[in-house]
């Protein structure tokens, strides 16, 4: 017996914001590789280098959501959900690239700074922070949607306080003259891109290795269930994700011999409703086989 609702799974990604901000970040990739050309920055050099990462991350991401928005068929029952996460994992993969060059370049650096024109490079870093902040309002509303709109969010946020950090090494190498300024602007940039790239790594892995929801205590879920009336035991429980806004969850439950056909029916909506409305995570599909108690031992050998 499982849950017999029916659900919308139409536009899971806002697709019009991801084109805007993946056409804005292509614009400022343009010009922030010219503007290092001219200027011979390492931070903007890196910033620029970041953009790429953005234009390929955010394509992935459009393409990502025009094939999360598929309907569901009989070869994908889900539809094409999981795209979201290996659109995640992939722009996470792409981040640490770009964050572990410009460490690496940006030590280097320190010790061999070269003369970068400073004017120049303040220009390009404003042009940057000015396209960057306009995508963060894009992007905004919609970066809790998913992973696939939370990878384009960070990668724009990082974005954004690279440029930051382009305009600061700028400031400083005009007034002080110190042209290490733009060494460490990169590596403090590595430093912003390199955690967020792990937590999105390790997000995006858990979803695919279809680990509890997060906020979903299985622990809980067993006590509640136990406690509806005629339940004996319940056994075979498991939760997981297919994207991270579709959280499901499968159980064998055990009840009396006793139970009648219409109680079996109350029972089942009651742990539908249980599941639904008992928990931080909202599982709206699940399915639950109800045993008797009498049914041969398989309650018995597994988990």
Known sequence: MGAGHSHDMSEATPRNKLLIAFSITLAVFVVEVIGSIITGSLALLVDAGHMLTDVIGLAMAVTAANLMNRPPSDRHTWGLRRAEVLSALAQAALLLG????????????????????????????????????????VLMSGRTRNLNMRAAFLEVLNDALGSGGVIASAILIATLGWYQADAIA????????????FILLRASGSVLLESTPPALDL?????????LPQVVAVHDLHASQVSTDLPTLTAHVVVDDTLTP??????LRALQECVAEHFPVSIEHATFQIEPQSHPG??????
Do not use: C, K, M, Y
């Not at 120049?120 to 995508?135: E, H, K, P, R």
């Not at 912003?192 to 790239?197: H, V």
């Open 219 to 227: 622990a809980e879920v067993r006590r509640h269930i136990l406690e």
């Open 298 to 303: 398989e309650h018995t050998t597994h988990a």
């Open 98 to 137: 770009v964050g572990i060059f410009a460490l690496v370049e940006g030590i280097r650096r320190l010790f061999e700074p070269p003369e970068i024109a400073s004017g120049s490079l303040l220009f390009f870093g404003i042009v940057g922070l000015v396209a960057n902040i306009a995508s963060l309002l």
């Open 262 to 267: 219409e109680q079996s029916a109350r029972l």
């Open 186 to 197: 990169g590596i403090l940039i590595a430093l912003l891109i390199i955690p967020r790239t």
